[in-house]
């Protein structure tokens, strides 16, 4: 029997599979790193949005409905989506890790797969077994608040990063903390109700010192494409402070400026401690009713490369939500030693738009400057699919460089090695404690 050699692309494929990962962003909870049911597992948030975006009605996603009847529901509008990217990722991990082969999913077929996911959500090796066995992955960094309380279920390769989205961005990201409320929060957050200036900085410091050690490794926060990062107004400051200590209303300007003088504390702290900040931009949030969009303003690459300059010692990861800004990017990380790139997030998730991304990247940035993957998923199934996507598109991205003399065949495992592991284990600081 004759069989075809393998393709480039193909051969690339199987030099990730061999290559150990650091996946440097995601949600995934301790206590339930793996989907409790199947519909838990298709209402991640990408599934979730373009069901709606063909016609399921909100009420079909309600918490309160059992899980099987939440399939059900889904099972019409999902056959509408069947051709995206996203269908394609959740049918990849419906067959490689339930061994479901039907083309769809239908109300005649769904109830073994149901019965299977409900089956390893209660086993706890399913977690380490998709993660590091088929999936290869060395690290995952999660979300502190993420972390369980029973340290028993965090293991020795899940990390944390520290999400300060509501400090920069009050009412904008999470919805946790209104606007209006950021003075109340701030002072719960730090133990204190601060009322000067020195005392505010002094109090935010000592909360990261506190709070960024040990297996906390980093911070994040997002930064909405409207969102400035300029000098705090020393004076002004100190007239919110005085006027908040004392129980006075704070209008929406006042809370601007209190924010402003509290992100640069942030930003000051990690360039005296030489800390990674890594920032998700280039969306905007909230638009007509919580929906995002991809967004660039023209200015936006001098305003914060003027950050990234006056902060030289703290390391910033920037998390592109739009194409638009693709090529300066890539220019701020060969340009900045302190600017990096990470993965493809949010809006640029796509395979197309992964080999755009990677292929840009790859010739323009240094492979210490750039990580290759970050799944920015809640369980471990949606880390197993959004890899796979991952590797075509950098096989793809890859196998069009090499017949063109770009590299030669035999540079791609440590050019790999690198991207994947190397690069977001120094930039994190994800070694072993």
């Known amino acids: 029997m004759f069989t075809s050699e393998p393709s480039l692309a193909q051969r690339i494929e199987r030099m990730i599979a061999d290559t150990p990962i650091i996946d440097p962003h995601t949600h995934i909870r301790c206590d ?5 049911d ?20 909100a009420a079909d996603f309600a918490a309160e409905l059992p899980a099987d009847e939440r399939v059900r529901r889904s099972i019409p509008y999902l056959r509408k989506m069947r051709n995206t990217a996203t269908a394609w990722c959740l049918y990849r991990i419906f067959r490689d890790l339930f061994d479901f082969f039907d083309p769809d999913l239908t109300e005649a077929n769904y109830r073994d797969l149901f019965d299977a996911v409900a089956k390893t959500g209660q086993d706890p090796t399913w977690a380490p077994t998709v993660l590091g066995e088929r999936c290869h992955i060395e690290t995952v960094v999660t979300s502190l608040g993420n972390r369980s309380a029973d340290p028993a279920k965090n293991p020795a390769n899940v990390l944390f990063r520290l999400d300060v989205h509501d400090l920069f961005s009050p009412g904008v990201t999470t919805g946790q903390t209104t606007k209006g409320a950021y003075y109340e929060a701030l002072a719960q957050l730090l133990g204190e109700r601060p009322a000067t200036t020195e005392g505010l900085s002094r109090l935010v410091r000592d909360w990261l010192d506190r709070t960024v050690t040990g297996p906390v490794r980093f911070t994040n926060t997002h930064l909405p494409i409207e969102q400035r990062l300029l000098p705090p107004d020393a004076i002004e400051t100190q007239r919110v402070l005085t006027q908040a200590a004392n129980n006075g209303a704070l209008s929406d300007p006042d809370i601007d400026v209190l924010v402003r003088f509290v992100t640069w504390q942030i930003l000051g702290w990690h360039h005296d401690h030489q800390k990674a900040i890594q920032i998700t931009v280039g969306a905007e949030s909230n638009i007509c009713d919580g929906k995002s969009i991809p967004r660039f303003q023209e200015n936006w690459t001098s305003e914060m490369t003027r950050v990234f300059h006056h902060f030289g010692n703290a390391r910033f990861d ?7 800004l693709t090529h300066e990017t890539a220019i701020l990380a060969r340009k900045f030693p302190n600017v990096y790139a990470s993965g493809y997030w949010s809006h640029n998730f796509f395979p197309a738009t992964i080999e755009k991304i990677f292929g840009m990247r790859v010739q323009m940035a240094p492979m210490t400057k750039f990580s290759g993957f970050l799944s920015d998923a809640s369980h471990v199934e949606w880390t197993y699919g959004k890899l796979q996507i991952v590797k075509k598109a950098i096989a793809t991205s890859l196998s069009h460089l090499v017949p063109s003399g770009y590299y030669e065949e035999f540079d791609l495992p440590a050019l790999l090695h690198q991207i994947l592991h190397d690069t977001p284990r120094d930039l994190f600081n994800l070694s072993p404690a």
């Open 32 to 36: 339930q790193p793996n989907a409790p």
């Open 38 to 57: 199947l519909a838990s597992l298709m209402s991640y948030h990408w599934v979730q949005t373009e069901l709606r975006a063909v016609g399921m009605p």
């Open 318 to 324: 920037l998390m592109m939500a739009s194409d638009l």
